[in-house]
Nanobody
Framework: QVQLVESGGALVQAGGSLRLSCAAS????????MGWFRQAPGKDREFVAA????????SYADAVKGRFIISRDDAKNMVYLQMNSLKPWDTAVYYC????????????????WGQGTQVTVSS
């Protein structure tokens, strides 16, 4: 079993930055792809970013490309999402997710999920 715990969510002004963290425990190692998703009120959960098993490749949603950076530290079982130039429409609950295998943006292909951390961007 894998447990994922997100942290770092906060209220921030537009244009500001935040770094989200995801701590993984249980059966986890560098063979897992890690992803970040978000869900705004009344909307479906959507892909934000993902990083491959080796960390050699990553993928971003168009809405965050150039502003967000995903990274991982396998020695610490941590995944991070650095969010810069935040916009009000980035407001959402952000979830960390994990899957065994190749990098994918497909939400349904992830096996484990955290409880989420709230990010609110004020205008």
């Amino acid at each position: 079993q894998v447990q994922l715990v997100e942290s770092g969510g906060a209220l921030v002004q537009a244009g500001g930055s935040l770094r989200l963290s995801c701590a993984a425990s249980g059966r986890t190692d560098s063979s897992y792809t890690m992803g970040w998703f978000r869900q705004a009120p009344g909307k479906d959960r959507e892909f934000v970013a993902a990083i491959s098993q080796s960390g050699a490749s990553s993928s971003y949603a168009d809405a965050v490309k150039g502003r967000f950076i995903i990274s991982r530290d396998d020695a610490k079982n941590m995944v991070y999402l650095q969010m810069n130039s935040l916009k009000p429409w980035d407001t959402a609950v952000y979830y960390c997710a994990q899957r065994r295998g190749y990098l994918t943006t497909g939400r349904l292909l992830y096996d484990y999920w955290g409880q989420g951390t709230q990010v609110t961007v004020s205008s």
